[in-house]
C-alpha cells in the first residue's frame, strides 16, 4: 500500500523557519518524482516544489523561489521542503506527492502525480 506521511508542519511568525518531511513507503521512492503542493482556503491547489528522479532537477513556484528548497533522500525514501523567511501568504495546507511515469514537460504539474498525502497545516502569522 502507497503511503506519504508529511509532518513538520505548525505555526511560526512571519521570517520563520519549518522543514516538511514526507516518509514514503509502499512503492520504489527513487524511481518517481516527488513535488509538494499546497492548498489555501478559496485557493486552487498549488505546485510549490518538485524534484525529479534522483535530485537532478528541480521546479519553484515563482511565489517560493529563493526560499524554500526541495530536496530528496533515495536511502531513507524521505522528501522535504525547507521553508525559510515564510510570510503569512504562505499560510496552507502543504501535500507531498508522487509522479506518475512517464514524465514530460509537465513533470511538476498536479495532473502527474498520483500518490498524495494527507497534508500538513502550515500557518504564518504576521
Known amino acids: 500500500q502507497v503511503q506519504l506521511v508529511e509532518s513538520g508542519g505548525g505555526s511560526v511568525q512571519s521570517g520563520g523557519s519549518l522543514r516538511l518531511s514526507c516518509a514514503a513507503s509502499?512503492?520504489?521512492?527513487?524511481?518517481?518524482?516527488m513535488g509538494w503542493f499546497r492548498q489555501a482556503p478559496r485557493k486552487e491547489r498549488e505546485a510549490v516544489a518538485a524534484?525529479?528522479?534522483?535530485?537532478?532537477?528541480?521546479y519553484y513556484a515563482d511565489s517560493v523561489k529563493g526560499r524554500f528548497t526541495i530536496s530528496r533522500d533515495n536511502d531513507k525514501n524521505t522528501l522535504y521542503l525547507q521553508m525559510n523567511s515564510l510570510k503569512p501568504e504562505d499560510t496552507a495546507m502543504y501535500y507531498c506527492?508522487?509522479?506518475?511515469?512517464?514524465?514530460?514537460?509537465?513533470?511538476?504539474?498536479?495532473?502527474?502525480?498520483?500518490?498524495w498525502g494527507q497534508g500538513t497545516q502550515v500557518t504564518v502569522s504576521s
Open positions: 524534484v525529479y528522479i534522483g535530485g537532478g532537477g528541480t
Open positions: 509502499g512503492f520504489t521512492y527513487s524511481n518517481y518524482c
Open positions: 506527492a508522487a509522479a506518475l511515469p512517464p514524465y514530460g514537460n509537465g513533470w511538476y504539474a498536479a495532473q502527474t502525480y498520483g500518490y
